[in-house]
């Protein structure tokens, strides 16, 4: 299926375990991200790649990481998930600026309980 | 420190009537702003956008106005109908066009009939 997928959607796990939410687009975008939305907040960027191979911090990346050894994945890992981090994930992506509509495209969202 | 804010939560509309979101950013270097459309279990869905170098920008029923001096833009969706019903983000972006967003909470519009 054309678009961008996150797996799985629903995920409930228990502190200090390690957690990877897979985000998977077939677009061939240049640029992907990770976003947490929390009452209140919105959404939060966690991590954001331009490429392959290359990513860089968000607003709120600390007990997060982040890989990009494919341009169509961007996996998501918690090392020791803590309760703070139960929130519901977005991944999303877009293409290069000007070759592009410029927006970008989000995924439908990965639901995450830490007990 | 929330650099873009949407002070409202919620809002409740009559359907054909014109609904108007709100939303405030404090940081002058925002040159782009967008605003998502998000429905219950899935992911927020682009709207309309505008940049800086414009005060209004137009799409069918959806409206968006900038003033830069209030630092402060507007949704406007006339008429408002049943399936609008949704929560609306505002967000925003500093050179780049949409590469980093930051998002304000959100505000849940209600359309009644």
């Known amino acids: 299926d054309a678009g961008i997928t996150q797996s799985p959607r629903y995920k409930i796990t228990e502190t200090g375990r390690q957690v990877t939410l897979m985000c998977h687009q077939t677009w061939s975008h240049s640029y992907m991200f990770w976003y947490r939305q929390d009452l209140g907040h919105g959404l939060r960027l966690i991590y954001y790649s331009a490429a392959a191979d290359i990513t860089d911090k968000g607003e709120v990346s600390d007990g997060y990481v982040v890989s990009r050894s494919k341009t169509e994945n961007f996996p998501l890992t918690l090392e020791s998930a803590t309760r703070s981090q139960t929130s519901v994930y977005f991944c999303a992506s877009r293409g290069l600026a000007g070759v592009s509509t410029d927006t970008q495209y989000f995924g439908p969202g990965t639901r995450l309980t830490v007990l | 420190d929330q650099q873009v804010k949407q002070n409202s939560p919620s809002l409740s509309v009559q359907e054909g009537r014109i609904s108007i979101l709100n939303c405030d950013y404090t940081n002058s270097m925002f040159d782009y702003f967008l605003w998502y459309k998000k429905y219950p279990a899935e992911g927020p869905t682009f709207l309309i956008s505008?940049?800086?170098?414009?005060d209004k920008n137009e799409d069918g029923r959806f409206t968006v106005f900038l003033n830069k001096s209030a630092k402060h833009l507007s949704l406007h969706i006339v008429p408002s109908q049943p399936g609008d019903s949704a929560v609306y983000f505002c967000a925003a972006s500093a050179g780049w066009g949409a590469q980093k967003l930051v998002f304000g909470q959100g505000t849940r519009l209600t359309i009644n009939p």
């Open positions: 505008i940049s800086s170098i414009k």
